[in-house]
């Protein structure tokens, strides 16, 4: 088989172990992110009051408020969705790796000053931890952005969307 | 396509998809409000007991600070002495009117409690709630009104002085439920920002126990 005029071509390797396992991490980061993404998105209310407890936005600021309320839910879920499906993985894989990290420094900041609030993560759901904000909300993110940097490190495997685009022209080596 | 232009192209997408859902819904018949209207709220009026002494002129330079001892409530307890609210300057003597406004302390609310027979709302945690709570205080949180219309507010009365507390310090639920509260027809709304530890600091009436609670889910 000849791609590129007349150089030869590798054929495209079949799924092995390592795609497998790399689809279970881009499941399980990408799907956490859509699930949490569906459920701020049915309740935008609430999610809105949560974000206001963490007190990061400057009164008189309602409009960021409101930003943040539609924004975060949509980056999560079409982030959640591209890692899924293993498209444009690494930068997804990014997109959800710095959201948590910067979910994690918000909740730490609402520990260090002593503010007891929820974190609106799962709307009412106790995911993992239950009862007000604590150590518990950070471990669990710093958790899920653990798994989610293995696609953003390793990539999408063969069983992925960005798979399809794989191009494995060998350069013939007496050419520029 | 290079790394960061697919995480731009991602992110822009997002803020668009945001952006189109938040006009949408803050267009529809139910928009995020973000607080109380302050400013179709109505403030309540009680009178302020006559301190010791009765006939002196309270001091003029700092009149919120006068110490003032208020007729002792059904529990025998006599409450400290730092009170808000505004002194209402027709009636400058000592037995006058306190306006109170939105954000009051536990002092003012206990007047509230005694003189009016003020509704409690407690926005806290259930098992907060059920540990001690003001005393005769229903539970409600804003998840609760969010969800639909409350079995508590049927016992409510939008024509009576509503006091709710949570935490105090930093806690917002409290103001979460006055927001909701306002668009149910309740316009004396009272959001006692000390919280409830103050109200029992102050030694005033309290309670345990969840049946109220319960009673009303």
């Known amino acids: ?176 | 396509m290079s790394f960061l232009t697919r995480v731009l192209i991602i992110g822009a997408v997002a803020a668009g998809a945001g952006i189109a859902h938040s006009w949408v819904v803050q267009a529809g018949d139910k928009p995020i409000k973000l607080g109380v209207d302050e400013g179709s709220l109505v403030d309540t009026k009680i009178r302020r007991p006559a301190p010791e002494g009765a006939g002196t002129a309270p001091q003029t330079d700092a009149p919120e600070e006068t110490p003032i001892l208020p007729e002792p409530g059904d529990s025998g307890d006599v409450p400290g002495p730092e009170l808000g609210g505004v002194i209402d300057e027709q009636s400058p003597d000592t037995d006058g009117e306190i306006s109170l406004g939105y954000e009051i302390l536990a002092d003012d609310a206990y007047l509230l409690f005694d003189q009016l027979g003020a509704q409690f709302l407690d926005a806290r945690l259930p098992e907060e709630y059920d540990t001690g709570h003001v005393q005769g205080a229903f539970f409600m949180t804003p998840e609760m009104l969010r969800e639909g219309y409350p079995r508590a507010l049927e016992v409510l009365s939008p024509d009576l002085p509503t006091v709710i507390y949570c935490v105090g310090g930093d806690c917002e639920a409290s103001h979460n439920v006055a927001k909701y509260l306002q668009d149910f027809g309740f316009q004396q709304l009272h959001v006692m920002t000390d919280g409830y530890p103050a109200w029992v600091g102050a030694g005033y009436p309290t309670e345990a126990g969840a049946e109220q609670r319960l009673a009303f889910e």
């Open chain 1, 1 to 176: 088989m000849t791609d590129h005029g007349n150089k030869p071509t590798l054929a495209r390797p079949k799924p092995g172990l390592g795609s497998v396992l790399l689809l279970l991490f881009r499941l399980l980061a990408g799907g956490l992110f859509i699930f949490a993404a569906a459920i701020k998105l049915n309740d935008p209310a609430g999610f809105s009051e949560a974000i206001s407890g963490f007190k990061v936005i400057p009164e008189g600021a309602g409009h960021l408020n409101i930003l943040a309320t539609f924004v975060v839910p949509w980056l999560e879920l079409i982030a959640g969705v591209c890692l899924v499906l293993g498209l444009w993985t690494r930068a997804s894989a990014t997109i959800v790796v710095v959201m948590l990290l910067g979910f994690c420094g918000l909740i730490y900041s609402a520990i260090y000053r002593e503010m007891e609030l929820t974190c609106g993560c799962f709307g009412k759901i106790d995911f993992v931890c239950d009862g007000p904000l604590g150590w518990c909300s950070v471990i669990r993110n710093g958790v899920h952005a653990a798994v989610a940097l293995v696609p953003l490190i390793a990539g999408s495997g063969m069983l992925g969307l960005d798979a399809l685009g794989w191009k494995p022209c060998q350069r013939d080596p007496d050419e520029d």
